[in-house]
């Protein structure tokens, strides 16, 4: 098993939509979670992080963590075709605290 | 965007010559990180360092030299390069750890071992 597992995608929806972007970790007590963004041909970038349980807003974007069933997710409301990139999920896991852990992203595509 | 130079972006060489990849930051942050990306497999570190001279291993450090002489550099050296090294690396670096802060990517370097 992944230590982080996200689904590949491409996840398509269409602009105005809700899209739904789900990350899994193996390691019931890690701490930090993180969602980057990634362009295609660049470097990823630092969208949303969340440290407890619950959602943390931030413009569109809503990170919620679920630590029971090690879960991070990040909904994007009122997607547009600027929001089409691959997303990673990052998890600080409690065992290595200077290292982060990623996914291996989910691309997210969004259609006029 | 954060003052994160990697050198060279784009380079292409033969098997069992030894590469040089340089990181350089103006940000006088404490830590420094080399990743590489490949489709399937995602960000993988291959080592970091957390000050002048100190270093650590990532997940895939097999292969894979760093040094720290300066603050503001960080270098990795493929000492014999191999076809399985053919990645995008990048060089990332935080002031506190990357446990409570942002990681700060520079633009990548397309490494391509024939």
């Known amino acids: 098993q992944k230590e982080v597992e996200q689904n590949s995608g491409p996840l398509s929806v269409p602009e105005g939509a809700i899209a739904s972007l789900n990350c899994t970790y193996s390691?019931?007590?890690?701490?930090?979670f993180f969602w980057y963004r990634q362009y295609s041909g660049k470097s990823p970038e630092l969208i949303m992080s969340?440290?407890?349980?619950g959602d943390k807003e931030d413009g569109r974007f809503t990170a919620q963590l679920n630590k029971a069933s090690q879960y991070v997710s990040l909904l994007i409301r009122d997607s547009q075709p600027s929001d089409s990139a691959t997303y990673l999920c990052?998890?600080?896991?409690?065992?290595?605290?200077?290292?982060?852990?990623f996914g291996t992203g989910t691309r997210l595509q969004v259609f006029p | 965007d954060a003052g994160i130079t990697q050198s060279p972006r784009h380079k292409v060489t033969e098997t069992g010559t030894p590469v040089t990849l340089r990181c350089h930051q103006t940000e006088n942050h404490r830590y420094m990180y080399w990743y590489r990306q490949d489709p399937g497999h995602g960000l993988r570190l291959i080592h970091y360092s957390y000050g002048v001279k100190d270093t650590d291993k990532g997940e895939v450090s097999d292969g894979y030299s760093v040094s720290r002489s300066k603050t503001e550099d960080f270098l990795l050296t493929l000492e014999s390069a191999t076809s399985s090294q053919t990645s995008v690396y990048f060089c990332a670096i935080s002031e506190q750890g990357p446990t409570n802060e942002k990681l700060f990517f520079g633009s990548g370097t397309q490494l391509s071992v024939l």
């Open positions: 390691d019931r007590v890690s701490q930090s």
């Open positions: 969340i440290y407890s349980n």
């Open positions: 990052a998890v600080n896991f409690s065992y290595n605290t200077d290292k982060l852990i």
